[in-house]
């Protein structure tokens, strides 16, 4: 096939884009994307809006009459949000009905600061869901440990979830057990279980870049913990969703949680630019890309096959070197995972300051 972007759908891997704003909509480059780029799905966080409001004049109508409603700072950044994913969700409606809900996925972040508070989340997941009031909407909420009763909560009341910030083998574990768990309450409650989807959003590429400055310049092992680590995780997924336990969820008509692989821009210029693309292609799993990845890929990206399964003792070798060499997984996930909530609260912080001084324009 002669479009790797065609060919890596065809392998199973839903290709969706990490970036959104009004430009993006109104241009029809978002449109574009989805019908010439095979995009099936789109991922926001905050960092992506604050960078969207503070380029272009498109928001400033709607930052007008928000500030002549003289809402607070916080309703005016989630009316600013909610507009921008809603439509985003009309335009990727179409592929939602021909997936049957599977793929025509737009996702919105739950306000980072309520990371370690699991009813704030609840209500927060809840709120945005109605206003946005899309049923292609995921929403996005951390796997802190605080998060994991808030997803199953969230999954319970029928609300579709984008599982984020995941690190470790065993905090993917505990996220699948919190969707399963969700799904049975939710069967208790008569809900329709088909009509729920979520997806696991594992971290790939920040691995490396914590790992790596660790290994000397010449070992063979650089470049390679992010990949045995997201392998590993597939795994993880093929043994929760094989046991009886969720058999029998999915005889009722609930969808498999897919492992979605995030952050996989190339941080190191020294790899190949489609490195966590081509190293991570699978059925059943998405991965969502910013605009340079995806076009990189589309222009000399390959498909050779299925580069995940088969490959899990290679990666469990990986790791136990790292393990031998004196690098603890243990110590590098919890690090990563407390680094990118503050990530998280920085990128929050700076949306806030983005949208203030565009209101305080208006």
Avoid at 203 to 219: A, K, M, N, Q
Wanted: hydrophobic share 40%.
């Amino acid at each position: 096939m002669t479009d790797p972007l065609a060919a890596l759908s065809e392998a199973g891997v839903s290709v969706w884009l990490d970036d959104l704003s009004r430009e993006r909509i109104d241009s029809g480059n978002l449109a574009e994307l989805v019908e010439q780029r095979h995009v099936v799905g789109v991922t926001t966080n905050p960092t992506i809006f604050a960078a969207a409001f503070a380029e272009g004049e498109r928001y400033t109508e709607q930052m007008r009459e928000l500030k002549a409603a003289d809402v607070d700072l916080e309703t005016a950044v989630f009316e600013l949000m909610c507009t921008d994913v809603q439509r985003a969700c009309d335009i990727l409606r179409p592929v939602y009905d021909r997936t049957d809900g599977l793929d025509g996925r737009v996702s919105i972040e739950v306000d980072p600061g309520l990371a370690r508070d699991t009813d704030g989340t609840v209500d927060l997941a809840a709120r945005l869901w109605k206003r946005v009031d899309r049923p292609n909407l995921f929403i996005k909420i951390p796997a802190t440990r605080e998060g994991l009763p808030a997803i199953a909560a969230t999954i319970a009341e029928g609300i579709s979830v984008n599982v984020t910030l995941i690190f470790s083998l065993e905090r993917y574990r505990d996220v699948m057990d919190a969707y399963l768990y969700g799904l049975e309450q939710a069967a208790a409650e008569g809900r329709d279980l088909s009509a729920i989807e979520s997806v696991a959003s594992f971290f790939v590429s920040r691995v490396d870049s914590e790992v790596d400055p660790r290994l000397p310049e010449d070992s063979p092992l650089r470049g390679k913990a992010a990949i045995a680590n997201a392998r590993l995780a597939y795994e993880a997924c093929e043994q929760v969703f094989s046991s009886e336990r969720a058999q029998a969820l999915l005889a009722k008509g609930a969808k498999l949680q897919r492992p979605l692989w995030a952050s996989t821009g190339v941080k190191d210029p020294s790899y190949p630019d489609t490195l966590y693309v081509r190293e991570l292609i699978v059925a059943d799993s998405v991965n969502t890309m910013p605009e340079k990845t995806l076009l990189a890929f589309a222009d000399h990206g390959d498909v050779p096959g299925d580069t995940v399964t088969g490959r899990y003792d290679e990666a469990r070798e990986v790791l136990a070197e790292l393990e031998r060499l004196g690098i603890s997984y243990d110590e590098v996930v919890e690090k990563l995972e407390d680094e990118g909530l503050e990530k998280f609260d920085a990128s929050w912080a700076e949306l806030l300051d983005t949208v203030r001084g565009e209101l305080d324009k208006a």
